[in-house]
């Protein structure tokens, strides 16, 4: 069965310097990989999403995400926070049961520090 | 336009009442779920219709009542809840039939049962 562990359930940094959060992918075949982000009280934008194309996507906002195979990784980066970013972030496999299933990592918390 | 649109925004409702949540999309797509969030967790998966037609019920108690009247509008009907069933309900619509698509939330319906 095809999963995503999000490593880190809160992640706290100052605004200003990089983001890190990390997810780790189980998939018997190459994933369909998305991060979606949900701020307080919203429903969840995309940021990105992998397919099979460039190993690297560029998102919006400044996030970016690597997809390593050897590594079963997906992690999500940005070289400078910013106040705004603050928020829930999920790291999501998709399959496919008959219709498109999105299955999501537990979320990790981005806190920005002034 | 990428927006999908969820109404009401609130409701409350006691346990003998009978409601409706109401799901709308003009993008064109032909698959839409709705998902059930609480607090501090990732959204989990209610209902998908792909082409109007029901394809997954995640075993959803009767309580809830998912109906496609057509393919832009998506209700989830609600009658004899208990407290727990209290939660952000999120609507999404994708294209459909790939694991590869996008799906777009909308905003989401914060139900309280009382």
């Known amino acids: 069965a095809q999963s995503v562990t999000q490593l880190d359930s809160h992640v706290s940094v100052s605004e200003g310097t990089p983001v890190l959060l990390r997810c780790n992918y189980s998939?018997?075949?190459?994933?369909?990989l998305f991060w979606y982000v949900q701020h307080p009280n919203k429903g969840l934008q995309l940021l990105l999403k992998y397919t099979s194309a460039a190993t690297l996507v560029k998102g919006i906002n400044g996030f970016e995400a690597e997809f390593k195979k050897s590594e079963t990784s997906f992690h999500l980066t940005k070289p400078s926070a910013h106040m705004s970013d603050a928020a829930e972030y999920f790291c999501?496999?998709?399959?496919?049961?008959?219709?498109?299933?999105?299955?999501f990592g537990q979320g990790t918390r981005l806190t920005i520090n002034p | 336009d990428t927006e999908v649109t969820q109404t009401p925004k609130h409701l409350v409702m006691g346990m003998t009442n009978k409601k409706s949540l109401k799901c709308e999309q003009h993008m064109g797509h032909r698959a839409m779920y709705w998902y059930k969030q609480k607090a501090k967790k990732p959204p989990e998966l209610m209902f998908v219709?792909?082409?109007?037609?029901?394809?997954i019920n995640e075993s959803v108690p009767s309580r809830f009542s998912p109906e496609c009247p057509n393919s832009s509008l998506l209700n989830l009907h609600l009658h004899a809840l208990q407290p727990e069933d209290s939660a952000l309900y999120l609507c999404?619509?994708?294209?459909?039939?790939?694991?590869?698509?996008?799906?777009?939330f909308g905003a989401g319906t914060r139900l309280s049962v009382l």
């Open positions: 998939s018997s075949y190459s994933p369909s």
């Open positions: 999501v496999v998709s399959v496919l049961q008959g219709a498109q299933k999105l299955v």
């Open positions: 219709y792909s082409y109007e037609k029901l394809s």
């Open positions: 999404a619509s994708s294209q459909g039939g790939r694991d590869r698509n996008i799906q777009y």
